[in-house]
């Protein structure tokens, strides 16, 4: 999804970020399903949360229309992460 946003094709940006909210609901499931679940995948999951859920969101808003605003729109996708 950041790839996509930086190169500016915001279309792709959200389509990955839907595959990202499928996987998200998905990998904790089949990790219990198999037995192989441990604090450490738990630690990265989250990890993956803040990158897909916090940042990806917030560099595509910024890229997208708050870069206009300058450093309020920075302020803003700073604050939402």
Do not use: H
């Amino acid at each position: 999804a950041l790839r996509y946003a930086f190169q500016g094709d915001f279309d792709k940006t959200v389509i990955a970020l839907v595959v990202a909210c499928i996987f998200d609901v998905l990998d904790g499931g089949v990790a219990r399903m198999l037995g192989t679940s441990s604090k450490f995948g738990a630690e990265l999951d989250s990890l993956s949360d803040v990158i897909c859920f916090g940042v990806a969101p917030s560099i595509t808003l910024y890229l997208w229309s708050l870069n206009q605003v300058g450093s309020l729109g920075w302020l803003a996708v700073l604050g939402f992460t």
